[in-house]
């Protein structure tokens, strides 16, 4: 690969832009594509059956058109149902974007850790089978969101959210007597890429301190390994934003910090 690789990220909004933002930083050296499946958000409220039925053939598309050397499915709402169809599929690499729940179970002194996602990806029996394998004994309470990735999307997008509907989504993640921390909830695991994008305000809302595995960071790693050496040379590449709706979105200057200061196409 001697030219700038092209990096396809996809996910069913502006979640994956979270994980996108690790990935440039990792890979300043390639060209990326995000395309954002916003006609058919969100997909937690979507069946397996119709999630299936949606990506695959359209990532078939995707690729036909934009031939990514490398795929991200940044979408645990995705990624825990078809990332092993994709790569039956299709012969480019791909890297989904599934619950951290190996790590947070690893770190949690306590051995009390929640899973926030979609109502889909906590239903998932590649979510159960994390848990089974990888729970270390630690108690796993697994919380299925119905509504906390449209109100990141909204507040992406600059309208204004109430404390009071992130609380009400965030509260069953506090498992445990607040005034013991030896034994409360201490690890939640950010199983959506939308919610990075509420940070702030999800430890402002917390009822205690905990630690939030977002696994972003781990993602951009294994990108740019699979990807090799970095190529020199490659003045700031560029980047495009694809919406399947095809929207007038009006995003531009929000999306730019995410795209590592790239101008869109
Ligand atoms: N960003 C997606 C995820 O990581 C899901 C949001 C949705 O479309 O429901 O699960």
Request: hydrophobic share 45%.
């Amino acid at each position: 690969m001697t030219n700038s690789p092209t990096i396809l990220v996809f996910d069913s909004g502006l979640g994956g832009l979270t994980v996108l933002r690790e990935v440039v930083a990792a890979r300043p050296d390639a060209h990326f594509t995000y395309v954002a499946d916003d006609a058919f958000f969100p997909y937690g409220h979507h069946s397996e059956d119709e999630i299936i039925a949606r990506v695959v053939p359209l990532m078939g598309e995707l690729i036909g058109t934009h031939d990514p050397d490398l795929v991200v499915i940044a979408c645990n709402t995705a990624s825990t149902l078809v990332l092993s169809r994709l790569r039956a599929a299709y012969s480019v690499p791909f890297v989904g974007t599934v619950p951290a729940i190996k790590p947070a179970c690893a770190r949690s002194k306590t051995r009390r850790i929640s899973v926030l996602g979609t109502k889909g990806t906590v239903k998932r029996e590649y979510t159960k089978a994390l848990i089974r394998d990888f729970a270390l004994g630690c108690e796993v309470t697994l919380v299925g969101s119905p509504e906390l990735a449209s109100l990141a999307e909204r507040e992406l997008s600059g309208q204004a959210i109430s404390d009071r509907d992130v609380l009400a989504e965030l509260t069953p993640c506090f498992v445990g007597d607040a005034a013991d921390s030896t034994s409360r909830t201490d690890t939640v695991v950010l199983a959506c890429t939308h919610y990075p994008l509420l940070l702030d305000r999800l430890v402002r809302l917390a009822p205690w301190p905990v630690e939030w595995i977002d696994p972003a960071p781990a993602i951009a790693r294994r990108v740019s390994d699979l990807l090799g050496p970095h190529i020199d040379g490659v003045a700031q590449s560029s980047a495009e934003m694809i919406f399947t709706s095809n929207r007038a979105h009006g995003l531009g200057a929000i999306l730019t910090p995410f795209f590592g200061g790239r101008a869109l196409a």
